[in-house]
């Protein structure tokens, strides 16, 4: 399934920056998914990195000056401003985001920043008293008033050996705000949406847990479709290593009763639940208030079963309000996920497969079929998350609209 670069213009402005370098993982990234970049070094990026790598990673010549003799005829800067589908600007200096706010087109991209009418996204990165500067910050006030967005900055140390906001935020997060901006289906605007993800874990005592092998990535790859779509997102999340968009609000819990409380407390104001966490159905009834010690006698625990999220969020359900559900077995699947779907007021549940061949805990396809009430199961074979998560929505938009 084509994703939100699949054939798309996009103008890389990589400006005077330490972190000029990481922008040709950043074009590699974009090529990958896609899309055509068209580099651009402003003189002092040249500083620091050349146009040569810019070249053999996008196959686009390397935009380098306003006044290069060029073999298009055209007016190539203004050429380039009307076909770009975004604008990004990473690293973004200092020196850019104030001649942007201020209208300066004294070289190529500050003058084709002018030119556009192309989505803005800026990814700043500076010293961090230059971004706490307060020309800097009323810099990015006009531009967000503007319409330009931002991804980052991050804070951590920096190449001056300060340590504050200032970082170029990673390359994942850039590439979601510029999924966000390139989306063109934005049928989930205006809705709300809240997922569970990742595992529960449970404690034993102190230092043990019991807990299962979710990695949160189904979890990251519906919260990033649904930000693409136009959705306000929260994502209460169990333990997991699969980073989530920052665009979303994230609420981290560690066990079930703790997700159940999230849940509780949020979901009369969305539009739409999905639960893709792995909760544990049982904790320990007493978890030990000190470590179990190594006795060599075999160890008895009582376990309680924990309340299932999916059934309460189906039992209170609002007129209008979607929930769907997973569910995640080793035989059976389809007879499961049916019963599942039923017992838990759902509208729809995805049935995945965690046994055999294809598991879906960590991997990045699944077995899977989609379920709804009174249809028969729409098998869509082995399916990567990101190209599943487009079917669940897909589904999700016409409930809502049912
Ligand atoms: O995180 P990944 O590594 O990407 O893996 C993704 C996944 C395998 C975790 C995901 O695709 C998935 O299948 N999630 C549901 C896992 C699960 O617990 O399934 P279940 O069949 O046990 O539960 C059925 C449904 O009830 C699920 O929506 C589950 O979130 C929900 N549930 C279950 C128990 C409980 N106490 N509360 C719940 O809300």
Redo the contacts with the bound molecule.
Sequence with gaps: MPGPFSQKEIVLGVTGSIAAYKACDIASRLVEAGANVIPVLTRSAQEFVGPVSFEAITGNHAITALFERLQNPEIEHIAVARRAHLFLIAPASANILAKAAHGIADDWLSTTLLATRAPILFAPAMNTQMYLHPATQANIEILRARGCSFAGPASGTLACGEVGPGRLIETSAILEAAGVLLSEQKDLAGKRVLI????THEPLDPVRFLG??????????LALEALRRGADVTVVSGP?Q?PLPHAAEVVRVKT?LD??EAVQSRVDTVDVFI???????YRVDAPAPSKHKHTGASLQLTLSP????????GQHKRPGQVSV?????TDDLLN??GA?LAA?NLDL??A?S?GGAHC????DS?LAWLLTPGNPPEPLDLIS?EDLTQRIFDKVALLLQS
């Design positions: 569970t993800s990742g595992a299962n092998r979710s990695s949160g990535k189904m979890g990251r790859a997991a699969a079930a997700m159940l639960a893709a966490a792995a909760v544990a159905d924990n309340p299932d999220i999916a059934a309460w969020v559900g997973f569910a995640a077995e499961h996920a599942k838990k549940i995805v995945n965690v879906a805990f960590g991997a699944v998350k």
